[in-house]
């Protein structure tokens, strides 16, 4: 399989940053890297056990190795909050990809976020189960509530707000976690937002989607 440069004729090459979502390591995803060339910072919470910071500690750590620009910043999940303080500070950052973005209002109490994971998680392909499982393990239950106690609270679309790049908000038409009017709200947050939504994919598109996903990235 051949795997796409960020090449453009006449310009400096464009770098593609991945931040794993909540839980999640570079293996999630794998073989979205398979088809384009793409460097994974894992941070706390996110593919690394130990102390979470406050999201703006989190920014600054992925803004510390995010290497030369211009970079195309993704986020997956619970990442996309981090990526999206991340982006509005630093001018490396020319363009951010949201991938089912949270974190919804509705979801930040423990029954509405237990509702709708298990909702996703119905709809998600079986075969992902033993692979998200491994990577949950590896981070740990103390990192990931950790996570998710400092970037629940957090209001993703007044983040927004501050990012003066393109940003693309992609959600799949069967995600829970991320439903259609949470990702209409924060792409309409961003000056240059707008909204791709994949049909039949749920939360994990990094997973199941990633032709999808790298038509997104490349365009």
């Known amino acids: 399989m ?38 994974v910072l894992p941070l706390p919470g996110m593919g690394l056990a130990g102390p979470v910071p406050p999201l703006e500690a989190l920014a600054d750590r992925l803004l510390d190795q995010l290497g030369e620009g211009p970079v195309v910043l993704v986020g997956h999940s619970q990442s996309c909050q981090v990526v999206a303080l991340a982006a509005a500070r630093d001018p490396r950052v020319t363009a951010v990809v949201l991938l089912g973005p949270t974190t919804d209002p509705r979801l930040r109490s423990r029954l509405g976020l237990t509702r709708h994971w298990l909702a996703t998680a119905l ?37 927004l707000t ?51 996903v790298v038509a997104i990235l490349v365009t």
């Open 162 to 212: 501050d990012v003066r790049v393109q940003v693309t908000v992609v959600r799949g038409t069967r995600d829970r976690l991320c439903g259609h009017d949470w990702a209409a709200r924060l792409a309409k947050a961003a000056p240059r937002g707008r909204l791709v939504e994949l049909p039949g994919a749920a939360h994990m598109t990094p997973q199941t989607h990633p032709d999808e």
């Open 123 to 159: 709809r998600e392909p079986w075969w992902q189960v033993p692979l998200i499982v491994v990577q949950w393990w590896r981070t740990g239950p103390r990192a990931m509530a950790a996570l998710w106690r400092a970037a629940a609270p957090d209001d993703t679309d007044q983040r």
């Open 2 to 39: 051949a795997v796409v440069s960020g090449r453009i004729p006449g310009r400096p090459p464009v770098r593609f940053v991945l931040v794993p979502g909540l839980g999640l390591d570079e293996r999630s995803s794998r073989r979205v890297r398979a088809r384009i060339a793409a460097t």
